[in-house]
């Protein structure tokens, strides 16, 4: 859908759906050319408010999305938000699996909630339920790990605290498209990510995958601390080939480290360290490292694309 003009239209401008267009050529809000994400950096100049919105194609509403509307709040007159339209295919990229894999619409510099909560038919669809209050964990990630007491067929979503905002199969919507999954046993654990910056949701089974990976640095005296790809100790998905671990640093400072394979036979990064610095005394660390090949992944092309280290 390269070839198409994509327009923005929404309660911030009338519902014209013709006279905002979106860009992918590096311009107006646009972080790369020819991406396959277009973009407008817009000044929403009414008073602060939740707006609703869609991406249509220009002058026609008979092609737009998300299906029902997606929404943004502002705090401030003349708040300065970007819209984006993913539109690239991510269904087969390596790693965990984050819906909607398509024309993604969602906006970046606005207002966002500070509360989320899963709902479903797995605790009785009450968007102000405190067992299922999700955490804030960072980077605009937010996770809830929940035993789902029933075996069977499930449905839910993700929605601001006590109000029918959502994030759902379709993104960040006003629709409610709901997830479905099944547990396969009594009080099966599922877990809910959010990514609010890109606006996608996963919810799976709680699982978790075989590897032998830890982390050795400055902060540990060079000794092997487990990392982990089950869902624990700072891992947010068990099973998805990325290994984790909270680390606690004792001192303020930079510090060096590898991943290795819990000898020193295999260490990433093969040549030199890594590193990461510290702000305070004993400082919680989630250093991870993605084992997954992403060298055919849908999207910008990122380096490294295999056995990368972070933290």
Same mark, same amino acid.
């Given at each position: 859908?390269?070839?198409?003009?994509?327009?923005?239209?929404?309660?911030?401008?009338?519902?014209?759906?013709?006279?905002?267009? #979106?860009?992918?050529?590096?311009?107006?809000?646009?972080?790369?050319?020819?991406?396959?994400?277009?973009?407008?950096?817009?000044?929403?100049?009414?008073?602060?408010?939740?707006?609703?919105?869609?991406?249509?194609?220009?002058?026609?509403?008979?092609?737009?999305?998300?299906?029902?509307?997606?929404?943004?709040?502002?705090?401030?007159?003349?708040?300065?938000?970007?819209?984006?339209?993913?539109?690239?295919?991510?269904?087969?990229?390596?790693?965990?699996?984050?819906?909607?894999?398509?024309?993604?619409?969602?906006?970046?510099?606005?207002?966002?909630?500070?509360?989320?909560?899963?709902?479903?038919?797995?605790?009785?669809?009450?968007?102000?339920?405190? $067992?299922?209050?999700?955490?804030?964990?960072?980077?605009?990630?937010?996770?809830?790990?929940?035993?789902?007491?029933?075996?069977?067929?499930?449905?839910?979503?993700?929605?601001?605290?006590?109000?029918?905002?959502?994030?759902?199969?379709?993104?960040?919507?006003?629709?409610?498209?709901?997830?479905?999954?099944?547990?396969?046993?009594?009080?099966?654990?599922?877990?809910?990510?959010?990514?609010?910056? =890109?606006?996608?949701?996963?919810?799976?089974?709680?699982?978790?995958?075989?590897? =032998?990976?830890?982390?050795?640095?400055?902060?540990?005296?060079?000794?092997? $601390?487990? #990392?982990?790809?089950?869902?624990?100790?700072?891992?947010?998905?068990?099973?998805?080939?990325?290994?984790?671990?909270?680390?606690?640093?004792?001192?303020?400072?930079?510090?060096?480290?590898?991943?290795?394979?819990?000898?020193?036979?295999?260490?990433?990064?093969?040549?030199?360290?890594?590193?990461?610095?510290?702000?305070?005394?004993?400082?919680?660390?989630?250093?991870?490292?993605?084992?997954?090949?992403?060298?055919?992944?849908?999207?910008?092309?990122?380096?490294?694309?295999?056995?990368?280290?972070?933290?």
């Amino acid at each position: 859908m390269a070839d198409i003009d994509w327009c923005i239209a929404g309660a911030m401008n009338g519902w014209d759906n013709a006279s905002n267009p #979106m860009y992918d050529d590096g311009t107006n809000g646009d972080l790369l050319a020819g991406d396959g994400v277009f973009s407008l950096e817009m000044s929403i100049t009414s008073a602060p408010a939740t707006y609703e919105w869609k991406v249509v194609e220009c002058g026609n509403w008979g092609l737009a999305y998300p299906s029902s509307n997606s929404w943004f709040n502002t705090s401030d007159v003349g708040q300065m938000v970007t819209f984006t339209f993913d539109t690239n295919d991510y269904s087969a990229n390596a790693g965990m699996t984050l819906f909607p894999t398509t024309n993604i619409v969602n906006v970046t510099g606005d207002t966002l909630p500070t509360s989320f909560t899963a709902i479903g038919k797995f605790q009785g669809w009450d968007n102000t339920n405190p $067992a299922t209050l999700m955490t804030d964990i960072g980077n605009g990630f937010y996770r809830l790990v929940y035993t789902v007491a029933e075996p069977g067929p499930n449905s839910g979503r993700v929605v601001v605290t006590g109000t029918n905002y959502s994030f759902d199969i379709d993104g960040r919507t006003v629709g409610a498209t709901n997830f479905l999954f099944t547990t396969t046993e009594p009080d099966q654990d599922v877990v809910f990510l959010l990514d609010t910056y =890109t606006g996608r949701l996963l919810v799976e089974l709680a699982t978790s995958s075989t590897g =032998t990976w830890c982390v050795a640095g400055g902060f540990n005296g060079w000794s092997h $601390a487990p #990392m982990y790809d089950d869902g624990s100790n700072g891992d947010l998905l068990g099973g998805d080939g990325v290994f984790a671990a909270d680390v606690t640093v004792p001192t303020t400072g930079r510090n060096e480290f590898k991943v290795t394979n819990c000898t020193w036979d295999v260490s990433y990064p093969t040549t030199g360290n890594s590193w990461l610095t510290t702000t305070e005394n004993n400082q919680v660390v989630n250093i991870s490292f993605d084992t997954n090949d992403h060298s055919m992944d849908a999207g910008l092309v990122l380096v490294p694309f295999t056995n990368i280290i972070h933290a």
